[in-house]
C-alpha cells in the first residue's frame, strides 16, 4: 500500500503519537480518543449563516439536530439530513462540525446534523431509528425551519454512511420521505465483515479490521444477524431505484471492499452515481478533510453532487 503524500504526512504523525487503538479502550475511553484525534487535525473551523441546534422528539425521547445555513442565503433552502461516523460507538456533532460547516459553504444548501444514541448504551436499531426520525422531523418542519421539504438528501461517513444507505432504500419503498440524493463517504455497507479488507491490520492506522469487529459487537451485540439488510445494506435484495449515490471509498481502509462492491451493485443497478476511490488514502481522510488538499478535494466533489441534485 502506497499512502498519498498528504495521508503519509498524518501516518507518520499517527505512529508518533503512539495512541492506543480503539478496539483496547472502553467505548468512553474510545469517544475521548476521537476528540483527540480531531484536535491533533487542527481541522479549521468555516464561519456559516447560522447554526442552531434544535431539539426534536426521537423514538426513545428528545434528541438534538444541528442545522447549519450557508451565509448570505435568504428563502427555502435544500437540506442534507446527515448522521456522523465513529462506528456506532463514538463520535458526535462536535467531532464532524468542521465537515458540516464546510460543506453547508461550498454546497450552498443547509445541512442537518443529528445527534443519534450511540451503542453499546443504546445498540441497533437505536441509531438508525434516530436517523429516520431526524429525517421525519426535517420534511415534516421544512416550512417552519425555511427548508424545502422537496429537496431533502441524506448522507453520512462510515457508520452514518450505514444509516443512510438504509434511509435511501427506505425511501425508495415509501416508509421514509423521498429524497434526491445520497452521500456515502467509506461506508459501513457489511457488517459480516467478510471483505478481504476487513483483514487490514497496520499499526498506526485509527480503524483496522479488529477495529470494526470491536464497533460491532458493541452495536450489534449478539443478538442480531449481521447479514440483515438494515444493518447490511449490501445485502439488500435489490439497489434498483435508489436516489442518485455519490460514494467515496480509501484504498487503506477496512472497509474498502465493501463500498467498491456497493458501488458496483449501484451502477449494475443503473442508479446514477458518482463513485470517487482515493487509493492512498485512509478512513476518516475526508471528514477531517480541510486539513488537507485530498480531503479538500473529495469536500469539494460531493458539495458539486449537492448542488446538481438538489438545486435544479
Not at 81 to 102: E, K
Not at 248 to 255: K, M, Y
Not at 292 to 300: D, F, K, S, V
Request: charged content about 20%; overall charge neutral; hydrophobic content about 50%.
Amino acid at each position: 500500500m502506497t499512502f498519498d503524500e498528504d495521508a503519509a504526512a498524518t501516518f507518520a504523525a499517527l505512529r508518533a503519537a503512539r495512541l492506543p487503538r480503539f478496539e483496547s479502550l472502553t467505548p468512553q475511553a474510545a469517544r475521548a480518543l476521537l476528540v483527540d484525534l480531531r484536535a491533533r487535525a487542527a481541522v479549521p473551523k468555516r464561519p456559516v449563516g447560522v447554526v442552531r441546534d434544535l431539539a426534536f422528539d426521537g423514538p426513545a425521547g428528545a434528541l438534538t439536530l444541528r442545522l447549519y445555513r450557508p451565509i448570505a442565503t435568504d428563502g427555502a433552502l435544500p437540506c442534507l439530513v446527515f448522521c456522523h461516523g465513529g462506528g456506532f460507538v463514538v463520535g458526535d456533532l462536535d467531532t464532524h462540525d468542521a465537515f458540516c460547516r464546510a460543506l453547508a459553504m461550498e454546497a450552498g444548501v443547509a445541512v442537518a446534523a443529528v445527534d443519534y444514541r450511540l451503542a453499546p448504551e443504546h445498540r441497533y436499531p437505536a441509531g438508525l431509528e434516530d436517523a429516520m426520525a431526524a429525517l421525519r422531523f426535517v420534511h415534516a418542519q421544512a416550512g417552519v425551519l425555511d427548508l424545502d421539504a422537496d429537496r431533502l438528501a441524506v448522507g453520512g461517513d462510515s457508520a452514518g454512511g450505514n444509516f443512510t444507505a438504509v434511509m435511501a432504500l427506505l425511501s425508495r419503498d415509501g416508509a421514509l420521505p423521498a429524497i434526491r440524493a445520497q452521500l456515502l463517504t467509506y461506508p459501513v455497507l457489511d457488517l459480516s465483515l467478510g471483505q478481504p479488507s476487513h483483514g487490514l491490520d497496520m499499526e498506526g492506522l485509527a480503524v483496522n479490521g479488529a477495529t470494526m469487529r470491536w464497533f460491532r459487537a458493541h452495536y450489534l451485540g449478539g443478538n442480531h444477524d449481521p447479514r440483515d439488510w438494515r444493518a447490511s445494506p449490501l445485502t439488500a435484495a435489490r439497489l434498483d431505484g435508489v436516489a442518485p449515490c455519490h460514494l467515496v471509498t480509501a484504498g487503506i481502509d477496512p472497509l474498502c471492499d465493501e463500498g467498491l462492491a456497493y458501488a458496483a451493485r449501484l451502477a449494475a443497478a443503473r442508479v446514477r452515481l458518482v463513485h470517487e476511490h482515493y487509493p492512498g488514502q485512509m478512513h476518516g481522510f475526508a471528514t477531517a478533510g480541510m486539513a488537507t488538499p485530498t480531503g479538500r478535494r473529495a469536500i469539494a466533489s460531493m458539495a458539486a453532487f449537492l448542488r446538481a441534485e438538489l438545486t435544479i
